[in-house]
């Protein structure tokens, strides 16, 4: 849909109710368990590149590993290749966790169609979200120049991305922006209030032995997708 007509859905939308989308993640997550734990485990391998590089020097220059032993010119590559590091990372996160969103939506609506990890590693999708990985690095650095205050507001709308993402194709890198600042900023308290619940409630699988938590971990993504359900909804005929 349009921007325009995305806005007026956000303006004219119901307060979310917590405990609604708490009861439908969980019974969504019985559904889709297996392939969040997929998904963690593409996140894990594909992001594995960005980081060869830090693991090679560390383990080839132990020494690199203390800032004090650090020579001047090494600490300025550093300094330009964390950005790089988090740019690339952030870029497959979102990508996937959009995938990851799109499989809720056709387990949830039964449709047809099978789930593909990798249906948003398109050439629009992929620089569509390395553009909002900048994005979200300046908003992250605005709100840690906040006193870091500003990292708890912007936990709600960053947390909206991928759902536009995944959901909206028509807009901009910077409409997402926008519309998940809108509808953040709408239901912020619900928002934040679901992402720490429902984190926590992941967190759980750390007691089974640790490995459960890879199982568990996008139970905290799930609520995102019935966010933009409940608030936007879906244009008649499936289109994903």
């Not at 368990?33 to 593409?42: M, T």
């Not at 959009?98 to 939506?105: Q, T």
């Not at 992929?126 to 553009?131: A, G, P």
């Not at 870091?148 to 807009?171: C, H, K, M, Q, R």
Request: charged share 15%.
């Amino acid at each position: 849909m349009s921007y325009k007509v995305l806005e007026n859905r956000i303006k004219e939308s119901s307060p979310l109710d917590f405990g609604s989308i708490f009861s439908k993640s969980i019974a969504l997550f019985k559904m889709v368990w297996l392939q969040g734990f997929i998904i963690v485990l593409l996140t894990l391998v594909s992001i594995i590149p960005f980081y060869m590089p830090l693991l090679i020097a560390g383990v080839s220059e132990p020494e690199m590993a203390k800032v004090e032993g650090m020579p001047p010119e090494m600490v300025l590559v550093m300094m330009v290749f964390v950005p790089v590091i988090f740019l690339g990372t952030m870029t497959v996160s979102l990508l996937l966790n959009a995938a990851f969103l799109r499989i809720c939506k056709h387990k949830d609506l039964n449709l047809v169609k099978s789930g593909n990890y990798f249906h948003y590693f398109k050439k629009a999708y992929i620089l569509k979200s390395l553009v909002l990985s900048l994005l979200i690095l300046g908003l992250m650095l605005m709100g840690l120049l906040a006193c870091g205050l500003g990292i708890f507001y912007l936990i709600v709308p960053i947390s909206l991305i991928p759902a536009f993402l995944a959901f909206e194709e028509d807009l901009s890198a910077i409409q997402i922006v926008k519309s998940s600042f809108m509808l953040g900023n709408r239901n912020w308290f619900v928002i934040f209030g679901l992402l720490i619940v429902m984190g926590l409630v992941a967190e759980l699988g750390v007691m089974l032995c640790f490995v459960g938590i890879f199982f568990t971990a996008m139970l905290a993504k799930i609520p995102v997708y019935f966010m933009y359900k409940d608030a936007i909804g879906f244009s008649s005929g499936p289109k994903f």
